[in-house]
């Protein structure tokens, strides 16, 4: 981590290296003295750092959660359109009434699934937004852009496939606690990695079946759109999940390291491998 903090920072073990040093003539040479007796390579961390809140926490939980089950009544009912569709090969043969109430049922879904979705975007990145604060008081060197960028990278077109997950890996790693030799961060990453590939899989899916959708003249290329309109929620409802499980172990993460220090316990007293406190 680079960067340093106000001397009166304190943390356990010695001095930092990256502290100030005084420059003093010796025989005619400038010898440098550190500022305490000791060094040590490991960076210093603001004295305290506010704690994740909870309650947004449990707001994106629970809009990922309504998203989710939007989902599933959009797979409950695609199924249902799907069987309609799959009774004839023209519009002429099928059952026109009751090809007529599953597609009217099918827009409804999709009407849930665009209210859920909005809610729920709004709340995630409130949340991201405050992520992104708490964790770059802790690791200002480990973030590029500035909180703003937390926001604005979703609307920007095809950057928004990309930049807001090197913004999530930059929180995670600054809510990860510093290896106590000074060496290199190691942690495991997946449940970023999960939950963006989940989320670019899904979007790009909706856009596919949407396509397909408006562009269906025939049942058997109504149908065809439907299936994958049925493969693009199931990949949501798992990306939806996966967001969840993101979201809880980051504010863990940021909450740990704001309570025990940006290295944590020492050995001695550190908690079981795994076991992070909420």
């Excluded at 604005?152 to 077109?157: D, H, K, Q, S, V």
């Excluded at 913004?167 to 990695?193: C, K, S, Y």
């Excluded at 949407?210 to 759109?225: F, I, R, V």
Aim: charged share 15%.
């Amino acid at each position: 981590m680079d960067g340093a903090f106000s001397s009166g920072v304190s943390c356990s073990g010695p001095v930092n290296l990256r502290g100030r040093f005084h420059l003093s003539p010796v025989g005619g040479l400038f010898a440098m003295s550190a500022p305490g007796p000791f060094l040590d390579t490991r960076p210093a961390l603001p004295a305290s750092s506010p704690l994740a809140s909870r309650g947004l926490l449990a707001a994106v939980v629970a809009g990922l959660g309504l998203a989710a089950l939007t989902d599933l009544f959009s797979v409950v009912v695609g199924i249902r359109l799907r069987n309609a569709a799959q009774e004839g090969s023209g519009f002429f043969t099928a059952d026109q009434q009751e090809l007529e109430d599953a597609a009217e049922l099918y827009e409804k879904a999709g009407m849930f699934q665009g209210t859920a979705y909005l809610a729920c975007a709004i709340v995630f990145l409130c949340w991201f937004f405050r992520m992104r604060r708490t964790t770059g008081l802790m690791a200002p060197d480990q973030f590029r852009r500035g909180p703003g960028w937390a926001v604005g990278t979703w609307f920007i077109p095809l950057a928004n496939l990309w930049m807001p997950y090197r913004i999530a890996m930059e929180m995670w790693m600054a809510a990860t606690f510093l290896p106590h030799d000074g060496g290199q961060r190691q942690t495991r990453t997946w449940p970023v990695n999960t939950w963006w590939a989940l989320f670019v899989l899904g979007t790009l899916l909706n856009r596919y079946a949407g396509t397909s959708y408006k562009n269906a003249e025939t049942l058997q290329g109504l149908e065809s759109a439907v299936r994958w309109y049925l493969i693009a929620d199931l990949t949501s409802i798992a990306a939806a999940a996966a967001a969840a499980h993101f979201a809880v172990r980051l504010t863990a993460l940021q909450r740990r390291k704001a309570v025990e220090g940006p290295y944590g316990h020492q050995a001695s007293d550190a908690a079981p491998a795994g076991r992070i406190p909420a």
